[in-house]
């Protein structure tokens, strides 16, 4: 069983930054396609960004390409989201999620084709 455990959110500003974190209970990153996922009240989940197992390739939301990163730490077992220009668009509750790489069927922002989650992380940003 994969844990997945977010943190880093919190309340800023527009145009400041937030790093979130989604830590690992296992060596998921070497194996797993992981992936961001946000949600704001009222909508649909929504893929943010997406990274293929040891960072081979990196997917974007059109919407925050050129702000946001994802990248991950192989040694840390740790996931991360670097947001930076933040908008006020941009709040909701982002989540962290993982798939085995051979489940993985290339819909990255699809959140079916991930079968773990993490809780949340509340990210809030005010104009």
Do not use: H
Not at 87 to 113: H, M, N, Q
Request: glycine share 12%; hydrophobic share 35%; charged share 15%.
């Amino acid at each position: 069983q994969v844990q997945l455990v977010e943190s880093g959110g919190g309340s800023v500003e527009a145009g400041g930054s937030l790093r979130l974190s989604c830590a690992a209970s296992r060596s998921t990153i070497s194996t797993y396609c992981m992936a961001w996922f946000r949600q704001a009240p009222g909508k649909e989940r929504e893929g943010v960004a997406a990274i293929t197992p040891g960072g081979g390739s990196t997917f974007y939301a059109d919407s925050v390409k050129g702000r946001f990163t994802i990248s991950q730490d192989i040694v840390k077992i740790t996931l991360y989201l670097q947001m930076n220009s933040l908008k006020p668009e941009d709040t909701a509750l982002y989540y962290c999620a993982a798939v085995p790489i051979y489940k993985f069927g290339g819909r990255w922002s699809d959140p079916y084709e991930y079968n773990y989650w993490g809780q949340g992380t509340q990210v809030t940003v005010s104009s």
